[in-house]
């Protein structure tokens, strides 16, 4: 099974929160930064993970 985990993180945390999953998760995962790439093949995995930073009661408009 392929995992994606795509992430944009505003200070790290959210980036650290991905690696850790990443180390829980059985198969294939891979990590993405959207501030290196924002159009993530989606098609290529069997199952996608989002996270980010929320701000002010918004996640980033990366994520959006």
Known sequence: MRTLI???SSHGT???AAQLL???LNGE???INLKKL???PLS???S???GSS???GSVKSKVK
Do not use: H
């Open 6 to 8: 795509i992430f944009s």
């Open 14 to 16: 959210t980036e650290k």
């Open 22 to 24: 990443k180390k829980q």
């Open 29 to 31: 995962v891979e990590l």
């Open 38 to 40: 924002s159009n993530p």
């Open 44 to 46: 290529d995995y069997d």
């Open 48 to 50: 996608v993970i989002l």
């Open 54 to 56: 929320i701000y002010a």
